[in-house]
């Protein structure tokens, strides 16, 4: 059985600094295309950041330079390292794990998903 738990989420004052972590369980975060998504209330689910099964990471443009995304094999885990958070980083943050496989199929799993809440 295949599982992603979340962990770091919290309230946070605006400018501050959160680390995210996704610890897996059956499955090997090393082989996966392991990624991070956030949605906030009311608006669609977006992309925050991947890194892929051959060390190649990318986050969204427009948090570039405040948030970094990691993974650490031995832990099994990902990592989501935020900084100068806005009050608009508001949102639930969840890792997604995406396998492509013999052209066609597709493993994918999701996380619960963690509460980012940046507010004074």
């Known amino acids: 059985q295949v599982q992603l738990v979340e962990s770091g989420g919290g309230l946070v004052q605006p400018g501050g600094s959160l680390s995210l972590s996704c610890t897996a369980s059956?499955?090997?975060?090393?082989?996966?295309?392991m990624s991070w998504y956030r949605q906030a209330p009311g608006k669609q689910r977006e992309l925050v950041a991947t890194?892929?099964?051959?060390?190649?990471?990318n986050v969204s443009d427009s948090l570039k330079g405040r948030f970094t995304i990691s993974r650490d094999n031995a832990k099994n885990t990902l990592y989501l390292q935020m900084n100068s958070l806005k009050p608009e980083d508001t949102a639930v943050y969840s890792c997604?794990?995406?396998?492509?496989?013999?052209?066609?199929?597709?493993?994918?799993?999701w996380g619960q998903g963690t509460q980012v809440t940046v507010s004074s």
């Open positions: 997604n794990a995406r396998l492509t496989w013999a052209l066609t199929n597709v493993d994918e799993y």
């Open positions: 059956g499955i090997s975060v090393g082989l996966y295309n």
């Open positions: 890194i892929s099964n051959r060390e190649n990471t």
